[in-house]
Each structure stands twice: as C-alpha cells, then as structure tokens.
C-alpha cells in the first residue's frame, strides 16, 4: 500500500514538473504579448538619474518593441496630444519626452489579449497609468494596441487613446 501511495505522489509531482517545464519553455502566445507590454511600459519609464546613453539605449529598445510602420495616436485632456508614424517618429516623440520631463512612470492594467483568426495579429485593450514625480494626480488613460507577429516575435503596429466617457 505505501508503494502505491508513493508512485502515486511520484507521478503526480513529476506532472508538475513536466507543466512547469513546458509552461516555462514555451509560453502562450498571450503571455508573451503580456510581457513584452510590460517591457513597453518599463522602457518608456524613466527617473532623472538616467543618463545619457541610457536614455538612449532605452528609447532605442523601446522603439524596437514596434514595427517599422507603426502609428501612435495619444489624444488625452490632460496633455497634448500627438501621435507619431514610424519608429522615427516615435524615437524623436520619446527622446523629446524624456528631455521635457524629469521622470516619468508608466504602467499597464487590466489588459485584455483577443486574438485574429490567423492567430499572427492581436488586440490589447488596457488601461494606462502614468505619474511624474510631484503630480497628486495620475494620468489614466484607455488605450487599444494592435500587435503583429513579425518573424515570430509580436511588435506593436498601433497604439492609439480610446474616447471614454468623461
């Protein structure tokens, strides 16, 4: 009987261990769009002790996280609003920010992932978070994000602000 038992429990933590390899190794498409968003977030954050290579450095990986052709729109009543078109733009709308602000800290919540049919395109609707250091206040903001699996690795082609009620 304690043979048994023991097999049991062998075979039960070695299913375990085999999920928690294989979710480890080869996570689901939402996962990684979840963290590659949550690098978004950190890379477009910055603190005033950043210096200059890298704050390069970090717009440069930030704008590797979006295609070539990508469209950002950010309508906010609170700021003003632009959008950019092409990593270009986008590099030049982050480094302008980051000479303008002393700090900035983004965050994303409550991202809900839906899949094309193809399973190569997807959009994210979340919401946006930001803070500068002593501001009372957050900039909340709605967003909708179409990625693209590009080479097997999901880009960001367009970010744009959703109109909420206010």
């Not at 290579?53 to 609003?81: K, Q, W």
């Not at 997807?122 to 994000?145: H, W, Y």
Request: hydrophobic share 45%; charged share 25%; with cysteine.
């Amino acid at each position: 009987m304690k043979q048994w038992l023991f097999r049991l429990i062998a075979i039960a933590v070695l299913m375990l261990l085999c999920l928690w390899v294989w979710r480890t190794f080869f996570p689901s498409p939402e996962k990684i769009i979840r963290d590659r968003l949550n690098q978004v977030a950190k890379l477009a954050s910055f603190d005033s002790k950043e210096g200059d290579f890298a704050r390069m450095a970090n717009v440069l990986n930030l704008v590797g996280y979006f295609t070539t052709d990508t469209e950002c729109i950010f309508n906010s009543s609170d700021v003003d609003p632009w959008s950019a078109h092409g990593r270009d733009d986008l590099r030049g709308a982050a480094l302008y920010a980051r000479s303008r602000l002393t700090a900035l800290h983004v965050e994303f919540f409550d991202a809900t992932v839906v899949f094309a049919p193809d399973k190569q395109t997807a959009t994210v609707k979340l919401t946006v978070r930001a803070s500068r250091p002593g501001d009372k206040d957050f900039l909340v903001e709605e967003m909708k994000v179409h990625l693209r699996n590009v080479s097997g690795t999901w880009l960001i082609a367009r970010a744009e602000t959703v109109k909420t009620l206010t």
